[in-house]
């Protein structure tokens, strides 16, 4: 045999992506139903897939556009930032997805060796970016354990204790995998706490379209207060010379293939687009063009498209509260944005990917292990990838394995 050279340590230290290990799982299940992999169920916008059918022959889509993505999208984008998100002193680069986006900013931001700051349970994709570039101590933070919320107290201590300072500190608002939405008034604590250190704030804000009606369904006025905290709730978005936000088309507008995201950097700090600009240049030059412009269509449609179809998940996510009643009234968090709930498994199930393989191949029902996001000893699941009539009988597979569970074990 021949002599190899070796492979890079970067590459080899950072997790195996978790969504490969439940693909496999699911391609192993016959007839095996998904309430993991974060997506929704819509296609984008009609009218807006109806315009882009017409450019598949257009010269322009096979051609590679400007870095920083389609001017009209850009502007289009500018103005939106404006009106929804008050950000009025933002630049914008168009990236292939928000994880494109995250990794742009890792290796504009950060250097290898460099200390970053995130909360648990966290997104599992920003954890891996960090450890594939070489960014070795990450701190993760602890979420408080009734809301989830991140624990501004200790990042106050650790942004004060760490020498050198943490040079980035990040967040999903609402949550990924928790579903747990930040209060206006902690998301400016912690703005506020980065910037006295001197600390990079990035948030991504890939569910900002959080849908505002609550809705009595089978549970008392006690649980419906504690679980669907949706009246009242308005999504923040804060902007300073130390905060990068991300946004993303995908589960707003059911673009997920179609790899659409975007940055809001702040446009004062100098040379911060052009050093971004080197590392878009290196890795997609663009994102892909015909996505854009679908992503330039779907903006016509405005906010309340998105909430029309975000409504709609909020049968979905009741089903499966009551699903995973088995597993106590305290096990389970979340829910309050995004498209997730967070639950503990009991006690004596400590190995959570052992327990979603049970599920998927004894129940016929795939979630996601809560190890992957620093939360062994839970499982995520997602209340966006089903049609209410599907979400029924995914919902009756979870409650019947977490039942058997509970009351029997892992027995196959």
């Given at each position: ?9 970067r ?15 699911l391609r192993g ?15 984008p916008p009609?009218h ?14 096979s ?25 009025y ?41 960090f ?5 070795t ?8 354990p ?17 020498k ?6 990040t967040v ?7 579903g ?8 400016r604590?912690?703005?506020?706490l980065?910037?006295?250190?001197g ?5 991504d ?6 849908q ?14 504690m679980y ?36 809001a950097?702040?446009?004062?700090v ?5 050093q ?10 663009c994102a892909?063009?015909?996505?854009q412009r ?9 906010p309340?498209?998105v909430?029309e179809?975000?409504k ?11 699903a995973?009643?088995?597993?106590g009234?305290n096990?389970?968090?979340?829910g309050?944005?995004a498209?997730?709930l ?20 004894k129940?016929?029902?795939v ?11 839970y499982?995520?699941i ?10 029924k009988?995914?919902a009756?597979r979870?409650?019947k394995?977490l ?10």
């Amino acid at each position: 045999m021949g002599s190899y050279g070796k492979l890079a340590g970067r590459a080899l230290e950072t997790d195996t992506p978790v969504m490969v290990k439940i693909q496999e799982l699911l391609r192993g299940v016959k007839h095996a139903m998904s309430l993991a992999q974060g997506v929704v169920y819509w296609q984008p916008p009609r009218h807006a897939m109806e315009k882009v059918k017409d450019l598949v022959v257009d010269p322009s889509v096979s051609r590679y556009g400007a870095d920083e993505g389609l001017p009209e999208l850009r502007d289009a984008l500018t103005k939106k930032l404006h009106k929804e998100n008050k950000l009025y002193k933002s630049s914008v680069m168009v990236t292939a997805g928000a994880n494109q986006a995250f990794v742009n900013l890792v290796l504009t931001l950060c250097d290898a060796g460099d200390s970053v700051v995130m909360f648990a349970p966290y997104y599992f994709n920003a954890y891996m970016s960090f450890q594939m570039t070489g960014i070795t101590n990450i701190l993760v933070g602890p979420g408080d354990p009734k809301t989830l919320y991140p624990d501004a107290d200790w990042l106050e201590r650790i942004l004060s204790e760490t020498k050198p300072v943490p040079k980035l500190v990040t967040v999903v608002n609402p949550g990924n995998p928790s579903g747990t939405y930040i209060p206006e008034h902690l998301l400016r604590r912690i703005s506020d706490l980065c910037k006295a250190a001197g600390s990079w704030l990035v948030v991504d804000n890939t569910y900002e379209y959080v849908q505002e009606t609550s809705i009595l369904g089978t549970f008392n006025i006690h649980y419906i207060i504690m679980y669907f905290m949706y009246d009242g709730l308005k999504h923040s978005c804060f902007e300073d010379n130390h905060i990068v936000n991300i946004f993303s088309f995908s589960k707003a507008y059911g673009m997920m293939g179609w790899r659409v995201g975007y940055i809001a950097y702040p446009s004062e700090v100098e040379g911060l687009g052009a050093q971004l600009l080197k590392v878009q240049d290196n890795i997609p030059i663009c994102a892909c063009i015909i996505s854009q412009r679908l992503a330039l269509y779907s903006l016509e449609t405005g906010p309340e498209w998105v909430t029309e179809q975000v409504k709609d998940l909020v049968r979905n996510r009741e089903l499966l509260v009551d699903a995973l009643s088995p597993l106590g009234h305290n096990a389970v968090k979340g829910g309050e944005g995004a498209i997730y709930l967070w639950a503990k498994l009991p006690d004596k199930f400590p190995d959570d990917f052992e327990v979603v393989n049970w599920l998927a191949n004894k129940h016929g029902i795939v979630v996601i292990p809560g190890s992957a996001s620093g939360g062994p000893g839970y499982i995520r699941i997602s209340f966006g990838g089903l049609k209410e009539e599907d979400c029924k009988i995914a919902a009756e597979r979870l409650r019947k394995g977490l039942e058997e569970l509970v009351k029997d074990g892992l027995v196959w």
